[in-house]
């Protein structure tokens, strides 16, 4: 988003209702979690990842729906990305202690290990004075 390199330590994405709950259960049991689907959707500064989540209304609300279908044929990683569809209950910044990623013939794929910090959110604005705050401490900001 930024345009800055990724430095070493933890790295943050966004994620939709289906996988915010399964962190959250996981966090509530002591259980690690790992995301073992691979998705395509890279690693982001956790500044980057809250100013996301704010900005793309289908991260932002449970009822915002999907503007367009996936290009082509989708498959397991593009399936759910179907015009109309709804993210739905809670979605989240999640920062990770690592990440592992693939290259294949026609994309990169990453897995997230290691939840070092959930932010969980109904409606992304709620991230608003968390973003301010890490803007305020950051050398970019």
Do not use: K
């Not at 709950?21 to 049991?29: G, R, S, V």
């Not at 969980?120 to 004075?129: Q, R, S």
Request: charged residues 20%; aromatic residues 8%.
């Amino acid at each position: 988003m930024c345009d800055e390199l990724m430095p070493q330590g933890p790295v943050w994405r966004v994620v939709g209702a289906a996988e915010s709950a399964a962190i959250a259960d996981a966090l509530a049991a002591g259980r690690p979690y790992r995301n073992l689907a691979p998705t395509m959707e890279g690693p982001g500064h956790r500044a980057c990842m809250l100013y996301a989540s704010m900005v793309c209304p289908y991260l932002a609300r449970p009822n915002a729906r999907r503007r367009t279908t996936a290009d082509g044929a989708p498959d397991g990683l593009t399936s759910a990305v179907v015009r109309g569809a709804v993210r739905g209950g809670t979605g989240a910044v999640v920062g990770y202690g690592d990440y592992e990623y693939g290259v294949t013939g026609t994309r990169v794929l990453f897995r997230f290990l290691d939840v070092v910090e959930y932010l969980p959110h109904e409606n992304a604005e709620e991230h608003l004075a968390e973003l301010r705050a890490e803007l305020a401490r950051s050398p970019r900001g």
